[in-house]
């Protein structure tokens, strides 16, 4: 069982940067997957960004490839998104996903176990 506490969210102008960070409970966080997901008012819930349990691979949305970077602190069971170069478009509930099977990366929203409870970012223009 993980459980996971999001935070870091805000109000920024176009151009700024974020940095949201998630909090997991329990002794095997290195042998999860950790993604981060975001939701539009009136659209689905979209991949943003993912990593490995061990923190060697990386996988982004084209969306945000180059504007954000998602990485993680196995000994202090966290993960982070850096986001740079904020857009209108990137506003939105994001969320912090674990799944069990570490040793992949998973861009779809049915392929992971745990969620966090959302942040909220907006990004004004």
């Known amino acids: 069982q993980v459980q996971l506490v999001d935070s870091g969210g805000g109000l920024v102008q176009a151009g700024g940067s974020l940095r949201l960070s998630c909090a997991a409970s329990?002794?095997?966080?290195?042998?999860?997957?950790m993604g981060w997901f975001r939701q539009a008012p009136g659209k689905e819930r979209e991949f943003v960004a993912t990593?490995?349990?061990?923190?060697?691979?990386?996988y982004y949305a084209a969306s945000v490839k180059g504007r954000f970077t998602i990485s993680r602190d196995n000994a202090k069971n966290t993960v982070s998104l850096q986001m740079n170069s904020l857009k209108p478009e990137d506003t939105a509930v994001y969320y912090c996903?674990?799944?069990?099977?570490?040793?992949?990366?998973?861009?779809?929203?049915?392929?992971?176990?745990?969620w966090g409870q959302g942040t909220q970012v907006t990004v004004s223009s």
């Open positions: 990593i490995t349990g061990s923190g060697s691979n990386t």
């Open positions: 996903a674990a799944e069990r099977r570490g040793g992949l990366l998973w861009v779809r929203v049915r392929e992971y176990e745990y």
């Open positions: 329990g002794r095997t966080f290195s042998s999860y997957t």
